[in-house]
């Protein structure tokens, strides 16, 4: 079987298996979050925290919620990092330092998973399951409470209430991502991932030299990674390294836990908002936008353009064998269209074109689908601003979901597009003008200015991947990407809130003949358009000193 049709029929079964999955899981999660009883093990956290699930919370209040967990959860994960060594299954490793301390906590915290280290020498057993791996569930039902308060201030009127936060943070863990991570760790093992809590071996290769290999909870860890949009390896070749992704079947499964939970989300959306069919018009155009990625990545690596690749007889400098230039290019793209910093191959390796789609994945906003729950809001923010652009068209008011989108409304969407392209460009920019960006590049000319805008792109964006050829582990990058990575999650959340808030108290404005039929096939396109527009207009002067450059050069 041909290389390039082997590709296809995997991409067939991945989108099919999707296709399976969104209407039974989007069901269950709107089920979930519609539900008025709680479970037994809930009500018992719900008392060991003193909140009251039952009790309505306005957008201020949700907020107050939502960053007072993370503030609380960045605290304890520092503090556990900077103590490991006084805790047991210690493995002899020493406390992180305190500035990739804060980065590391600030980026588990805001579901980013950019890791400054190499986990199976520098994190304990502890660290690594009570501090990182129980951070990739909460990060997540973090994420996923936000999109479910916005679709709430779709679906209300006349109120301002948008449901209970440690509500929704509870249900999104037990109800959702643990079943599911919990089947898909059993897969995992089954298929040859490691879990464990031994010791450090040191064994002799087949050239007489002595290697440390170390051992872990890592199937675990692997299956909320990548189901939660996280990202964080537990070794630092991520899902390239055997422990991890041992094969075929785990690295297609793995892409599938990435993308289930967000392709699904929309189904919720309709199904909170009391119509199916504008779920199916938002999962188009996301669906849209990936498959455009991935026919791209794909098409650029299997021509592998450039003499280097040419001579080589194809683009496989820094993916592994087991898995070759398709899924590699699948893998990737699926990792930068969700906030996900999961990778099985070294995007820094990649064609210059390759690595330029890669970067617009994640300037898209990563609504494509995106991350958990920040993929849905992205994309409802998108479409409030389709729905003004077209109401500019014909000169009426614009409405979503029987909403007017009215100054107010469009001034919060305007901020929440605006905060992570500034964070990009000015990191950017700020870091090369003090020499920062060019003593962390370990190329030169374009490809070197790409290693540094992909570092700001992935953190401000909440991506965590990275080009794997930028020295980030310094006393700067890792303050400034945290404060990236900080700013990038939860200013956006603000007015994610915000607006739920405004629409929540709304009276409903009844279907008129002129009203914009925002499940056709129409709006779909107006928004895939909107999106590419405002994002290409917005970072095609960085991706033409980068990528591009570099494309055009081979």
Request: aromatic letters at 10%; one cysteine or more; charged letters at 10%.
């Amino acid at each position: 079987m041909s290389p390039v049709l082997a590709d296809v029929l995997l991409v067939t079964a991945l989108i099919g298996a999707l296709a399976l999955a969104h209407r039974p899981l989007g069901d269950y999660m709107a089920a979930v979050y519609s539900s008025g009883k709680h479970l037994r093990v809930e009500k018992w956290i719900y008392r060991s925290v003193g909140a009251n699930p039952d009790a309505e919370m306005r957008w201020p209040a949700y907020l107050r919620g939502v960053l007072a967990f993370s503030a609380v959860s960045v605290i304890f994960l520092y503090v556990l990092q900077r103590i490991q060594d006084k805790l047991p299954l210690s493995l002899g490793f020493k406390p992180i330092a305190p500035d990739q301390a804060f980065n590391t906590a600030m980026s588990f915290v805001s579901n980013t998973n950019w890791q400054s280290y190499s986990g199976e020498v520098a994190m304990s057993h502890v660290t690594q399951t009570a501090g990182l791996a129980v951070q990739n569930f909460v990060s997540a039902a973090v994420g996923m409470a936000v999109a479910v308060a916005l679709v709430r201030g779709f679906a209300r009127s006349r109120t301002g209430d948008l449901g209970n936060f440690w509500s929704d943070l509870v249900r999104g863990v037990v109800r959702v991502l643990l079943p599911i991570s919990l089947v898909a760790a059993v897969l995992l093992i089954a298929a040859g991932a490691v879990q464990n809590f031994g010791d450090i071996h040191t064994v002799t290769t087949l050239t007489g030299d002595r290697q440390a290999i170390s051992p872990g909870a890592v199937a675990s860890q692997e299956a909320i990674k990548d189901l939660g949009t996280n990202g964080g390896g537990f070794f630092n070749a991520n899902s390239a390294h055997p422990f991890e992704n041992p094969g075929g079947f785990t690295n297609l499964l793995e892409i599938f836990l990435l993308l289930v939970i967000p392709f699904s989300l929309p189904r919720t959306f309709g199904r909170m908002a009391g119509n199916v069919r504008q779920g199916y018009a938002i999962v188009a155009a996301m669906g849209i936008i990936w498959f455009l990625g991935v026919v791209a990545v794909t098409w650029i690596e299997f021509a592998h353009p450039g003499t280097a690749s040419q001579i080589a007889g194809g683009s496989m400098e820094g993916k592994e064998q087991r898995f070759g230039e398709g899924p590699s290019s699948l893998f990737a793209v699926s990792t930068t269209m969700t906030s996900t910093g999961s990778v099985n191959s070294f995007h820094d390796s990649f064609q210059g074109l390759s690595g330029g789609v890669l970067l617009l994945g994640m300037m898209l906003g990563e609504i494509a689908p995106g991350g958990v729950g920040s993929g849905l809001y992205g994309m409802l923010i998108m479409a409030v601003i389709a729905v003004f652009i077209a109401g500019l068209m014909v000169g009426r008011t614009p409405e979503y979901l029987g909403k007017k989108i009215g100054t107010r409304q469009i001034k919060l969407a305007a901020c929440y597009i605006l905060i992570t392209p500034a964070l990009v460009l000015i990191g950017t920019a700020v870091a090369m003008a003090l020499g920062k960006g060019q003593s962390s590049m370990t190329n030169v000319g374009a490809h070197g200015f790409s290693e540094v805008l992909y570092a700001y792109t992935s953190a401000s964006n909440n991506n965590g991947s990275a080009f794997a050829g930028f020295a980030a582990n310094t006393e700067y990058h890792n303050t400034m990407l945290g404060l990236c990575m900080a700013l990038g999650r939860f200013l956006p959340m603000v007015f994610v809130l915000a607006l739920a808030g405004s629409l929540a108290e709304q009276k409903p404005v009844p279907e008129t003949a002129g009203t914009l039929r925002t499940e056709k096939p129409l709006f779909t396109g107006l928004l895939v358009g909107a999106i590419v527009i405002i994002t290409g207009l917005t970072f095609f002067p960085a991706l033409a000193l980068g990528p591009l450059a570099e494309g055009l050069a081979t």
